[in-house]
């Protein structure tokens, strides 16, 4: 891909060409004119002759595929970048390797007040358990340190930093030799992240940013909240963003609404919404998800966080703000609370203002034909992170461990949730899966229950324009005239159409049809490669050496 050497400037006029545009506005675009920041024009490469003596600069794709950048619909941006950043424990497999790794870690970073790490999951090692704090304390010698579980629900802790919450043995969740949970884990998390310096948190959050802009993503949900990192590190992460090109970030903050008064307080932190990670339950790989029939493995049915008439509560109340509600709800338990809570709601104030006002539930892993309906019904958008069918899904998997085969079978159930017509918006939950948007939207097309699969076009627009529809914005995630300018350039194969249905994907290549083409994301096949993203006609990353 070449280009001129045109200065930048905040309103240059570019002509990108030579390659595919993906574009409802012309399915065989090779050519897209971008002004003031917005699309202008897409059409051929002939018709692109007439703009290219009147643009600032000209950008021959060399057969590169240009799309609508991505959108991660639900991030925790700052433990992303700390854990890009300082102890991944994710590729540890086994007990013995991850304790290895804590050890050397703590021996080579002697300066930080509290080593932060992330990623371990038991389920994966041959030991089948998390370390005891005994194991940890022996690997930490004397530090403190903090150990979330990839599903961040859960984590071990060494005594040192125990030690810093006094009241810790009285807090529900608190377990001696067990992962915490629930207030106990809350604590403690907030006292390792009160130990991250301005500096060390504003260094996270760029390699955050840096990281999601290498990838295509050009725009992140912060997921934040008073039980998963603070008002200082939210507002932080806005301001940060806003004075940098990079990656647009919307924030939700995780509190409950009871009035008006509630509701200005969240809006003057900067958030679009009272939403994200507001917990109805946990999750599934920490027991504490909240389910109808107890777990597989575990005698006990998860925790409730919120019940029906306090979810009904906060959402009248976001309603009649004017502001955007929304939950993290992933067992079968939890997501009948949320739809009996948002009904209630609905009686109240209206269903036409409940479907207007687009609350979103986060995860929605365990739902049935029921509560499928009933997130149609009520105009719920499902933000969804198919990574996590991909880690933990199948026969094998934690699922079906926790579960059993039959209901783990019912996960994430994708299509149903298109027929309905339920709005998807994907997302990654990072740090619990990665920054990784091809890959998602290959998750969701090769779903590990058939039934669940939907097209990769489907996946495609769940994780670019369905970002843009989640926060209320039915203009942007598409390359069309009018458009905001926020797209990637991606090296890739021959472009395919590719459906769960065989039949489908052939008749979809004929030309005839007029679906325009994206790479093969079949299991196994490469994918594309970013060489380049633009965030309202600013570069906010070139690939190096092209």
């Not at 609905?346 to 539930?361: C, D, F, N, T």
């Not at 499928?372 to 969804?384: D, K, M």
């Not at 039915?474 to 472009?495: C, I, M, N, Q, S």
Request: one cysteine or more.
């Amino acid at each position: 891909m070449t280009e001129s050497t045109a200065p930048q400037s905040e309103h240059r006029t570019v002509l990108l060409r030579g390659g595919d545009v993906h574009s409802p506005a012309d399915p065989f675009a090779t050519a897209m004119v971008v002004e003031r920041g917005h699309v202008a024009w897409v059409g051929s490469e002939g018709a692109a002759d007439a703009f290219a003596a009147g643009v600032d600069e000209v950008i021959d794709l060399d057969g590169a595929l240009v799309t609508p950048a991505f959108t991660d619909a639900h991030v925790h941006t700052t433990s992303t970048g700390l854990a890009l950043t300082g102890l991944d424990l994710s590729g540890a497999r086994t007990l013995e390797e991850a304790l290895a790794l804590v050890q050397a870690y703590v021996a080579a970073h002697p300066a930080e007040r509290v080593v932060l790490g992330h990623g371990w999951d038991a389920t994966r090692w041959p030991e089948g358990r998390p370390p005891s704090r005994a194991e940890l304390d022996a690997a930490a010698g004397g530090r403190a340190v903090y150990l979330p579980r990839i599903d961040v629900h859960s984590a071990v802790a060494s005594t040192a930093l125990l030690d810093l919450v006094p009241a810790i043995a009285s807090m529900a969740g608190y377990h001696p030799q067990e992962p915490l949970t629930a207030a106990a884990h809350h604590a403690v998390r907030a006292a390792a992240h009160g130990a991250v310096s301005p500096l060390q948190r504003a260094d996270a959050q760029r390699a955050a940013l840096d990281r999601a802009a290498s990838l295509g993503i050009g725009t992140v949900h912060e997921c934040g909240g008073p039980d998963i990192s603070d008002e200082e590190d939210f507002r932080a992460l806005l301001k940060l963003a806003a004075g940098r090109r990079g990656p647009r970030v919307f924030g939700y903050w995780a509190e409950r609404v009871a009035d008006g008064e509630d509701a200005r307080r969240v809006r003057e932190l900067g958030a679009v919404g009272a939403a994200g990670d507001l917990f109805v339950d946990g999750s599934l790989g920490s027991h504490t998800a909240c389910l109808h029939e107890p777990y597989a493995d575990a005698p006990q049915t998860g925790t409730a966080h919120l019940d029906a008439a306090q979810i009904a509560a906060h959402v009248a109340a976001c309603t009649e703000a004017g502001l955007q509600a929304g939950f993290h709800a992933i067992g079968d338990a939890a997501l009948t609370a949320v739809v009996e809570g948002v009904r209630a709601a609905a009686e109240k104030v209206g269903l036409s203002r409940v479907r207007a006002a687009r609350h979103r539930i986060e995860h929605a892993e365990m739902l049935t034909p029921e509560t499928v309906a009933a997130f149609a019904e009520l105009g719920l958008t499902a933000s969804v992170q198919p990574a996590f069918d991909a880690s933990w899904g199948g026969e094998e998997g934690m699922y079906a461990q926790r579960l059993g085969a039959g209901r783990a079978g019912t996960l994430n159930p994708y299509a149903a949730l298109l027929r309905a017509g339920v709005p998807l918006a994907f997302g990654s939950d990072s740090p619990v899966t990665p920054l990784d948007p091809w890959g998602t939207v290959r998750a969701a097309a090769f779903h590990q229950t058939p039934e669940h699969r939907i097209s990769v076009r489907a996946g495609f627009t769940a994780h670019t324009r369905g970002g843009w529809r989640a926060v209320g914005r039915d203009d942007a995630g598409t390359l069309v005239p009018g458009a905001p300018a926020d797209y990637a350039v991606w090296r890739t194969e021959e472009l395919v159409v590719q459906a769960p249905d065989d039949r489908v994907a052939r008749w979809s290549t004929d030309p005839r049809s007029g679906t325009p083409g994206l790479p093969d994301l079949s299991p196994g096949a490469a994918l594309p490669v970013c060489l380049r993203t633009v965030v309202f006609g600013q570069t906010v990353y070139v690939r190096p050496n092209e």
